[in-house]
């Protein structure tokens, strides 16, 4: 029996998971779970890297407690990062993506059109990237890249707290904007267009590379045994669409939904062409050094919000409970583009959503119920739209759609889903990310022999709920195609 520990950080909480894999069977045991809450000092947002970093030693001293663990990787978001100085310390606690320091990201465009950007790292623009933030350290804190030694993601980060040994992962890196898409490794000319040294960016590894043992003092302080740490897929994405439990016979869409929600395909190469550019897709790192051909859209950030200033108002709802007042709530009719800059950071988000759908002449909800409904639906019908878009870039006609993740314990998303793209949806597995983790150990440490080997075990461990498209609701998406073009 092979008994892999897989920390999963996700942007809104962690989890440190003992994955067994035995006779061809996997179980999953949740050992320690934490929020991760990101702490505003003097006006910057932070990762509070150094509480994530604790947490994760209880996980480990938990896991140590209870049979221990053979192997270890590390998950997390992407696009953020920490600079290492020449003695090996952190220059800056990790910044959050949401934070307001890029918010005139669109000015790099002057130096590095967005067309010459593409061509290489085939990335979706988006705010939140690596570049754009580093471009303002380099506008801005010159001195921090002056004093940079080594980069790192926060996979790698952990991995280097863990281990002593700095490297740096394929699917991480590509989340950057700063990564050769054909080439899969650093772009050293745009590195140095912005204002680095390249030096300071190390060999990108491939998934499945042991980045180091647990080092002695770690060990002592959670009284482990030793155990390789493995660069896993260590972007979580990378990992859930490891773990999508899909036949290798079918061509299928997947989509990714926490946070954030990211629609694709697979693909073996880039495909970095027109259309693909100006629809902003990105070609970010896969499990097996593929392709994830997606389109990051927002996701469940608008229901946590939501959520978030209810509760501030006295009203304490469950997901369960808004799920509930969701289905009650009358058909609005109103729609929002989920994309909108105005729903990109934290706040009263029912308050934005209100003032988006006045600003576009729409029936205002009244109820909590009728906006988680607007949302919802919004949601649904860009999930549909990104769909379209995937087959016209691809040139191929997707049949099914899987979605893994939080969101697929949501029946009535996956029903609206189902209902609003007119395909298929099977939904599940939710700790797609914690089990594409520890796959991809497994395969290091030779327990599994690939990714689709890993799938056929997911699959047949993790039963999967259909929900089939019952259609009419074709009127209601020109009506929201057209908030779109507004």
Not at 171 to 190: F, G, V
Not at 211 to 223: F, V
Request: hydrophobic share 40%.
């Amino acid at each position: 029996m092979s008994r892999a520990l897989a920390v999963d950080l996700g942007a809104s909480s962690g989890r440190v998971t003992i994955a067994t894999f035995d006779d061809g069977k996997i179980r999953l045991q949740e050992i320690h779970r934490f929020a991760n809450n990101p702490v505003r000092v003097n006006g910057t947002l932070y990762w509070d890297i150094l509480s994530i970093f604790h947490e994760i030693k209880t996980g480990i001293a938990k896991a140590a407690a209870d049979g221990g663990f053979d192997t270890i990787g590390i998950d997390s978001w992407g696009v953020s990062f920490v600079l290492i100085d020449e003695y090996g310390r952190m220059i800056d606690m990790p910044v959050h993506y949401r934070d307001d320091r890029t918010d005139d990201w669109l000015q790099l465009f002057d130096r590095i059109p967005k067309e010459e950007l593409y061509a290489v790292t085939g990335i979706q623009n988006m705010q939140v990237n690596t570049i754009y933030q580093l471009d303002y350290l380099a506008r801005k804190r010159p001195d921090d890249i002056e004093r940079a030694k080594a980069f790192l993601m926060i996979p790698d980060l952990i991995n280097y707290f863990l281990t002593g040994e700095k490297l740096n992962e394929y699917t991480n890196a590509s989340t950057t904007q700063i990564m050769d898409a054909k080439a899969r490794s650093w772009c050293r000319p745009l590195i140095e267009k912005i204002g680095l040294d390249p030096g300071i960016f190390g060999d990108i590894v491939m998934p499945g590379t042991v980045n180091g043992n647990l080092l002695d003092s770690i060990r002592e302080e959670t009284r482990s045994k030793p155990a390789p740490v493995y660069c896993i897929a260590s972007h979580d994405t990378a990992s859930a669409i490891a773990a999508v439990p899909a036949t290798g016979s079918e061509d299928y869409l997947y989509l990714s939904s926490g946070t954030w929600s990211l629609i694709g395909a697979e693909l073996d190469e880039p495909l970095m062409s027109e259309a693909a550019m100006i629809r902003n897709y990105a070609n970010e790192g896969g499990a097996e050094g593929n392709i994830r051909f997606l389109k990051n859209i927002m996701g469940s950030f608008l229901v946590q919000e939501s959520k978030k200033q209810w509760a501030r108002e006295g009203k304490d709802y469950s997901f369960a409970e808004l799920d509930a007042l969701c289905e009650a709530a009358s058909i609005t009719g109103s729609y929002i583009d989920v994309d909108d800059p105005l729903f990109m950071k934290t706040g009263d988000m029912p308050a934005r959503i209100v003032s988006y759908l006045e600003k576009t002449g729409q029936r205002v909800p009244k109820t909590e119920g009728e906006i988680m409904r607007v949302i919802y639906e919004s949601l649904a019908f860009k999930y549909r739209y990104v769909a379209e878009k995937t087959s016209e870039c691809t040139g191929k006609m997707y049949k099914v759609m899987h979605i893994i993740g939080g969101g697929s314990q949501s029946g009535l998303l996956c029903r609206m889903t189902a209902n609003a793209t007119g395909l298929p949806v099977y939904a599940g597995p939710a700790e797609a990310t914690t089990l594409g983790n520890a796959a991809v150990q497994w395969i290091a440490s030779g327990e599994l022999g690939s990714v689709a080997e890993a799938r056929e075990a997911i699959r047949k461990a993790f039963p999967q709920n259909e929900y089939l498209p019952q259609g009419g609701m074709d009127d209601s998406y020109e009506k929201f195609l057209s908030v779109l073009s507004a």
